[in-house]
T-cell receptor, first 117, second 114 residues
Framework: AQSVTQLGSHVSVSEGALVLLRCNYSSSVPPYLFWYVQYPNQGLQLLLKYTSAATLVKGINGFEAEFKKSETSFHLTKPSAHMSDAAEYFCAVSDLISSGSARQLTFGSGTQLTVLP | DAGVTQSPTHLIKTRGQQVTLRCSPKSGHDTVSWYQQALGQGPQFIFQYYEEEERQRGNFPDRFSGHQFPNYSSELNVNALLLGDSALYLC?????????????FGPGTRLTVT
């Protein structure tokens, strides 16, 4: 079974500072990896995805993530934090359903990002 | 283009009762997946429906059941509610083919069991 570990349940950064949210995965096959963001009392919004193309993936709102197979990592970064980035971030790995078709997502436990003025 | 919609937004039930949550997928999508997100945790996969059949199930008891209608909308039913069923229930829609990587999530239904 595939799994995801997010290191640091809470991360605080100052506005304008680098954002780094860590994600490590466990997978027996080449994974498909995702970062989702969740604002209070809302559903999940896809930030970016890795599907075996370029290892550096750019997403929305200035976020990017780099797939490193040797480290089994998919860390999320943003060069300069904005107050509006304060939210919970989830890393997820995609499993193929046993029939070989559609997928289910396995999520990490999330990282709450706080941006300090 | 309407995204994934869920109803109701909030729901309060008593232990032992039954509840039905509803989901309409994003236009064009044919597959609906349900997730449970307990407070402070990541979402956990409950089950997935395609062509009106349950295709895969996560580690949830039989008290959790579902249905998919011909228009691809879906319901999640939970019987004999427990306090531990209190959570945000998320519906996600997608295409049923291996090349379709993305799942689009609705805003969720917040279920409180008292």
């Amino acid at each position: 079974a595939q799994s995801v570990t997010q290191l640091g349940s809470h991360v605080s950064v100052s506005e304008g500072a680098l954002v780094l949210l860590r994600c490590n995965y466990s997978s027996s096959v080449p994974p498909y990896l995702f970062w989702y963001v969740q604002y209070p009392n809302q559903g999940l919004q896809l930030l970016l995805k890795y599907t075996s193309a370029a290892t550096l993936v750019k997403g929305i709102n200035g976020f990017e993530a780099e797939f490193k197979k040797s480290e089994t990592s998919f860390h999320l970064t943003k060069p300069s934090a904005h107050m509006s980035d304060a939210a919970e971030y989830f890393c997820a790995v995609s499993d193929l359903i046993s029939s070989g078709s559609a997928r289910q997502l396995t999520f990490g436990s999330g990282t709450q990002l706080t941006v300090l003025p | 283009d309407a995204g994934v919609t869920q109803s109701p937004t909030h729901l309060i039930k008593t232990r032992g009762q039954q509840v039905t949550l509803r989901c309409s997928p994003k236009s064009g999508h044919d597959t609906v997946s349900w997730y449970q997100q307990a407070l402070g945790q990541g979402p956990q996969f409950i089950f997935q429906y395609y062509e009106e059949e349950e295709r895969q199930r996560g580690n949830f008891p039989d008290r959790f059941s579902g249905h998919q209608f011909p228009n691809y909308s879906s319901e999640l039913n939970v019987n004999a509610l427990l306090l531990g069923d209190s959570a945000l229930y998320l519906c996600a829609s997608s295409f049923y083919r291996r090349e379709a990587y993305e799942q689009y999530f609705g805003p969720g239904t917040r279920l409180t069991v008292t």
